[in-house]
């Protein structure tokens, strides 16, 4: 079954992502297009198929424990004051 | 001596007191200044770099320890942090970020007595082939300042081979190493995933992505790569490499070697007639090195443009994600917007390319299409992977072209963004298989570079590089046209 993208489809997935696109026909054609081209996917035979997993022993990692960041990180941090950063204002 | 000089023989030059680093990079600077208006390899100068530069001759004279690269200008590509100056990812939502910290390819670099000579252009986030989508506009090929340079790194390209640097670090995740050596006739190399440390690397795609070195020479890859590689506690998915020697026997020959043609990506109606009689004269040159050369055919490489668009939108949807101007950013008063309208806003400093992938990146992962999608593209990546594990059961290395197509003029393929992604053909298998591959420079047609793309096994750069040597001793390629 395939199911043609419309800009409904595209404008709900920007606000989902947070995007603010002005004219979402500047996207639409070459979304659409790009979508389309995915669709050669379908043409694979995947039936054996698995999903590949990135495994990671425990032992590999860093020890997990708490060292400080020395540079001074939190100088990039917009409205930052006293330990907190101000943002706008959640509804 | 000259700027056109290796970085192998720039060290001899440098030890046996030939030149200064202090007179290096100065005349570095100046051919910076002469050349870089058109281009724009740069986005920012390290303004320090000559005091560096006396700095490291204060220490050779005195006979204290020098690190391996003697003052060396290298370039880093504007998605690798550099402590203490601006890291933009050529976006004007990073417009002005200084990075806390340098990334662990910079302090190997640095470590190394590098001078870090400035940070170079990059397609947006490094989306893109052309260095078109950055911010601050294109940078030019030096071979033809009417043609794209190749990309994502095309400024590090650009910067390595009109001599306004030694060398260059750049970032490839679907060729974005590979292509724009290419196009600028330098040498470019993407290393095995997880050889180099990602860490202070701006993610995109970063189950796939590696940062690679460029060089005029393939020695000077080597070399670089000695440096850079190895196992980092900061990126979980780097390897350790034993401190292998890349630049040790580099010059062992190909003899007896077994190559394969990739079938997929050396035929058909996207190849180039001039990129593929090329290629078939590259295919020779290996033959009269004593490597025998049959074809292979590796079937899924037809599906590898969708599968690499549908998995990197969907890590670069997630990815870029942090981008919320609270955390980095641009001024824009916090007055008068609600939280989600704010992000919103804000995000419209993202270009149209970078807001496109964002956009397939949440389609391709979201309820009642990720089956149809990402699932599906995941199985094609395994599926890939076997086929490629297979077809090393037969050869040693795979080449083909690095590009299918001559570089082009610029606004050619900005219209259409599948057209596009249509080039990286020949480059993403690496990326999605994890293998290194290398591109190195076999000929120029009409003004114009053409390059000639090899793999190898995983983590058998040693070999990789020694293939590569070997085809560049075959060919004797013009200076740059500056």
Request: net charge negative; aromatic share 8%; proline share 4%.
């Amino acid at each position: 079954m395939i199911r043609l993208v419309t800009k409904e489809d595209i404008e709900h997935v920007a606000r989902l992502m947070r995007i603010d696109i002005e004219n979402v026909d500047e996207y639409f054609e070459s979304i659409q297009k790009i979508l389309n081209y995915f669709d050669n996917l379908d043409k694979v035979d995947l039936a054996s198929e698995e999903i590949p997993i990135h495994e990671v022993t425990v032992s590999e990692l860093r020890d997990d424990k708490y060292v400080p960041f020395e540079s001074k990180l939190i100088s990039q941090l917009k409205s930052y004051k006293e330990g907190f950063i101000r943002a706008p204002k959640m509804n | 001596m000259s700027l056109a000089v290796s970085a192998i023989e720039y060290i001899d030059n440098v030890k046996n007191g030939n030149t200064t680093v202090e007179d290096f990079v100065a005349k570095t600077l100046e051919q910076i200044s002469k050349h870089d208006t058109k281009l724009h390899a740069y986005l920012s100068i390290n303004e320090n770099a000559l005091d560096q530069a006396r700095q490291t001759d204060k220490k050779i004279k005195a006979g204290e320890k020098i690190g391996a690269f003697y003052g060396m200008p290298i370039s880093v590509k504007d998605n690798i942090c550099v402590k203490g100056g601006k890291t933009t990812c050529a976006s004007k939502m990073l417009e002005g970020f200084v990075a806390p910290y340098d990334a662990t390819v910079v302090s190997k670099l640095k470590n190394q007595d590098a001078i870090l000579i400035g940070k170079t252009n990059l397609d947006e986030f490094a989306m893109g082939a052309t260095t078109e989508y950055s911010a601050f506009g294109p940078s030019r090929n030096p071979w033809n300042t009417e043609y794209v340079p190749g990309g994502s790194s095309g400024g590090s390209a650009v910067s390595v081979s009109a001599l306004e640097c030694i060398a260059s670090l750049g970032s490839d995740t679907g060729g974005s190493v590979r292509n724009p050596a290419s196009f600028c006739s330098i040498v470019g190399l993407k290393p095995t995933y997880g050889l180099v440390s990602r860490y202070g690397l701006v993610s995109y795609a970063n189950s796939i992505e590696q940062i690679g070195p460029f060089g005029r020479r393939v020695e000077d890859v080597a070399l670089l790569l000695n440096h850079i590689a190895g196992k980092d506690q900061n990126d979980s998915t780097t390897i350790d490499n034993h401190s292998q020697d890349y630049l040790d026997k580099i010059d062992a020959g190909i003899q007896g070697k077994k190559i394969g043609v990739i079938s997929e990506m050396s035929k058909g109606d996207g190849l180039d007639k001039n990129v593929e009689n090329a290629f078939w004269r590259a295919a020779s040159a290996f033959e009269s090195l004593g490597a025998s050369v049959d074809q292979v055919s590796l079937d899924l490489v037809q599906h590898t443009v969708a599968t690499y668009y549908v998995l990197t939108t969907a890590e670069a949807g997630s990815n870029l994600s942090r981008y919320d101007n609270l955390r980095y950013g641009y001024s824009l008063d916090l007055e008068g917007y609600e939280f989600k309208s704010y992000i919103s806003k804000a995000r419209r400093n993202f270009g149209p390319e970078v807001i496109r992938r964002m956009i397939l990146g949440g389609f391709v992962p979201s309820a009642g299409f990720a089956g149809k999608y990402l699932l599906k593209a995941l199985k094609v990546k395994s599926k890939l992977k076997k086929e490629i594990v297979d077809a090393f059961k037969k050869f040693d290395f795979l080449i083909s072209p690095t590009v299918p197509i001559l570089p082009f003029k610029f606004g050619e393929k900005t219209e259409d963004p599948l057209a596009m992604y249509l080039a990286d053909i020949n480059t993403i298998t690496a990326n999605l298989t994890g293998i290194p591959a290398i591109s190195v420079p076999f000929e120029i047609h009409d003004g114009l570079p053409i390059g000639i793309q090899i793999h190898a096994n995983m983590l058998q750069e040693k070999l990789l590089l020694q293939a590569a040597y070997a085809l560049q001793g075959t060919t004797k390629l013009p200076g740059v046209p500056l």
